[in-house]
Structures are given as C-alpha cells and as structure tokens.
C-alpha cells in the first residue's frame, strides 16, 4: 500500500557546512604579475571557518602535501556566515609582503611559503582542503584546478576528487597565463553549477596576458527558484513514498536532487527535504517535497 505523506513543502531553511568535495570550485585565476585566484562558494559556510591552499599536490596518505617546497594559504572566513553564491577572491598571493595581498573575505596568512602560480610551460595546481596539509592534517580535498594538461599530480587519486565534478583542468596548451569562468551564473542547482564551472568549455583563457582577467568578476550566483507550479498544495494525491522510493501520480519522475542541490538515486531514501523534476506532458516542472 503506498503510504500518503506531506506533499509540497513551500520554504524551508537549512543550515550547511562547508565539509564536502565541490562546497568550494574556482571561477578564475591569473599567473601573471603577482598571481590571483577565485572561486565560489556554493554552500553556507559558518563564521570562523578555517580553509587552505596549496599549490601542491597531495602526499601518498592524502593528509598531507606531497611537494614540501610548495606553498599553502590560511583562509579564515571571518565573523559572518559566507551565503552560497558569494564569489571570493584572493589577490597578489605570491607574497605576503605585496602591497595588495589580501582576500575579498575574511583573511588570509601563510602556514608555509613558496605559493606561486607559475603557469608557464610547467603549469600548476591549486587544491583547496579542509586541514592544514603543511601538517598532515588534510580531512578533505574540497576542489582544485589545473592550469596545463600536463597530468594529475602523482597522488592524485589520494584526493579523492574527480576532474569535471570537483576539480578542473585547463588544458590544450602549455601556457594559460590566465582565465575566468564566463558561464551562467543564475537559476542553476549547486550540482549543475559544479558541472558547469568544472568544465573548461564554459571558460575564456588567455596564453599571454592573465592580468586582463583582474579584477575577476564578483556577481554573486543564484540558485533555482522552485515553485509548486501546476499543483495545489493542499492536494493528498500528488507524491507517494513507497519501500523508500518517491512516486507520483501525475508524470514522470526524471531526477530527484537532495537539499544540497545534488542529483541523487530515487532509492533508499531517508527522511527530509527533496526536489523532485517531473515531466507532465511536454513539460518539466519542479516540485519541493518532504517526509
């Protein structure tokens, strides 16, 4: 028998932390003068969150960073939760004793010197972690970007991130002094927005001037509105949980997302909040529902 449960739920408010691969993705970077880096964040992060950088890779453990000559970046967020969306850049980050040397939020610090993007014909990483990998204390690799294909770090699978879903690549030529996602940046899921930002097509590159791409562009991204577009909400009939599985009576049910904004299996679930895509006829509609 399917068991009838609250149908739509209209608003909702929900706590996240910054804790998981892809909370975090770059949208620029410039390895010209005295390097820059941006990235966006696409969960809330809590006041007084603490994340690194490193343009090392990881060690054999994971913990750690596998080139100790490598530099790492202290970001502390500051008082005030950082809103999903909120683009964060970090300006003239090869040296502390740079005039402009600074973050957009929060604050910055070396725990290791030796930070440098040097994209030339080398190229060059930047991970993004939760724990200081000077220290092997590295809980979790967040993102990262490649500037040149020039092949994963050696440890790389220690990682544990995934090029195209959490860290991307920028490719095809040995000197990519700088770049900028210029993709969309409104009404997506965090999940498409990883997608997106991860994929190179989705960014304009320069081989000499990386400086043209600062100041980076700031505007925040905005997440899809959903609506209970096409049902009433009071309505008993509309979604159905049955053996841990969503169904409905009114469409086909193309793609479930959790409150994170990622794409997940219609099985097995367990009691929240989801976005259920249906398609109803030539339409795609997208409802909230909770149990």
Not at 24 to 41: E, Q
Not at 105 to 117: A, P, T
Not at 198 to 207: A, M
Not at 208 to 219: A, C, L, R
Request: aromatic content about 10%; charged content about 20%; hydrophobic content about 35%.
């Amino acid at each position: 028998m399917k068991k009838r449960i609250l149908r739509i739920i209209v608003l909702c408010t929900t706590i996240f932390h910054a804790q998981s691969q892809g909370d975090i993705a770059f949208v620029g970077y410039n390895g010209d003068g005295d390097d820059d880096f941006a990235i966006v964040v696409l969960v809330d992060i809590p006041a007084h969150s603490t994340i690194y950088f490193t343009d090392s890779g990881p060690d054999i453990t994971g913990t750690g960073m596998d080139d100790l000559a490598e530099g790492v970046i202290t970001w502390t967020t500051g008082s005030s939760e950082i809103s999903a969306g909120t683009v964060v850049t970090f300006t003239d980050i090869d040296n502390d004793t740079n005039a402009a040397y600074g973050v957009s939020v929060g604050q910055i610090e070396r725990s290791k010197s030796g930070f440098s993007l040097a994209v030339g014909t080398s190229g060059d990483e930047i991970f993004a972690t939760l724990g200081d990998p000077a220290q092997d204390q590295v809980s979790t690799w967040l993102a990262g970007i490649e500037v040149h294909n020039h092949g994963r770090p050696a440890n790389f699978d220690t990682s544990g991130l995934i090029p195209g879903a959490n860290y991307l690549v920028i490719d095809t030529t040995q000197s990519k002094d700088g770049g900028e996602y210029t993709g969309v940046r409104s009404q997506k899921t965090a999940d498409e927005y990883r997608r997106l930002v991860n994929d190179q097509t989705n960014w304009t590159t320069d081989t000499e001037d990386g400086e043209k791409f600062v100041p980076f562009n700031t505007s925040n991204f905005t997440f899809l509105t959903l609506t209970v577009e096409g049902v009433n909400s009071f309505d008993m009939g509309v979604f159905f949980l049955e053996n841990k599985k969503i169904t409905t009576d009114i469409g086909e049910i193309k793609n479930v997302y959790n409150v994170f904004g990622q794409c997940i299996e219609n099985q097995n679930l367990t009691q929240g909040l989801y976005i259920v895509e249906v398609k109803k006829k030539n339409r795609l509609l997208r409802y909230k529902f909770a149990f």
